[in-house]
T-cell receptor
């Protein structure tokens, strides 16, 4: 099955800083999603982005399917951005496989 | 829309007891997924249904686990008998259409503790 690797595993930011989270996957994908798991454990959909670029407020994501990676950009980070960010990918006929996540802590 | 609904939100039970977790998918979605999240194994798919039919249950850890979807608006995940190693957060997710390429939406999860 597809392998999904995220980096970095942990990230500490000062409020207002920008960051880039990376997701590498081992095969072509027809489904790639970014999630934010908040401190209460809720999984919140950020982006459904098997290819191309999308933006939603301070967050944006880019997937370069031919090079098998996706990036999540967080600009002007806020303390409410803290939590774990997951990338999940699926190839044809496979399961949605989650990476191990990037744990983000934004300090005031 | 109310989103994916799961119950109970928390369950504490003793080893050997039967546990039933419940899920109501988003109305109109016809794919439903059960996931388990642990510190050791992260998020892993247990089973998924398309149009109420189980498609892939290869992630179900053992025969103690079973899942049903009697209709389009309800699914259960049952563990009988439960063991301490089953302690985890169990998520239900749903997706429109066939769920193979479409976005999945997650419920709030059920935190299960087996003592």
């Amino acid at each position: 099955g597809i392998q999904v690797e995220q980096s970095p595993p942990d990230l500490i930011l000062q409020e207002g800083a920008n960051s880039t989270l990376r997701c590498n996957f081992s095969d072509s994908v027809n489904n790639l999603q970014w999630f934010h798991q908040n401190p209460w454990g809720q999984l919140i959909n950020l982006f459904y982005i098997p290819s191309g670029t999308k933006q939603n407020g301070r967050l944006s994501a880019t997937t370069v399917a031919t090079e098998r990676y996706s990036l999540l950009y967080i600009s002007s980070s806020q303390t409410t951005d803290s939590g774990v960010y997951f990338c999940a990918a699926r190839n044809q006929g496979g399961k949605l496989i989650f990476g191990q996540g990037t744990e983000l802590s934004v300090k005031p | 829309d109310a989103g994916v609904i799961q119950s109970p939100r928390h369950e504490v039970t003793e080893m050997g007891q039967e546990v039933t977790l419940r899920c109501k998918p988003i109305s109109g979605h016809n794919s439903l997924f059960w996931y388990r999240q642990t510190m050791m194994r992260g998020l892993e798919l247990l089973i998924y249904f398309n149009n109420n039919v189980p498609i892939d249950d290869s992630g179900m850890p053992e025969d103690r686990f079973s899942a049903k979807m009697p209709n389009a608006s309800f699914s259960t995940l049952k563990i009988q008998p439960s063991e301490p190693r089953d302690s985890a957060v169990y998520f239900c997710a749903s997706s429109p259409l066939k769920g193979e390429t479409y976005e999945q939406y997650f419920g709030p999860g059920t935190r299960l503790t087996v003592t």
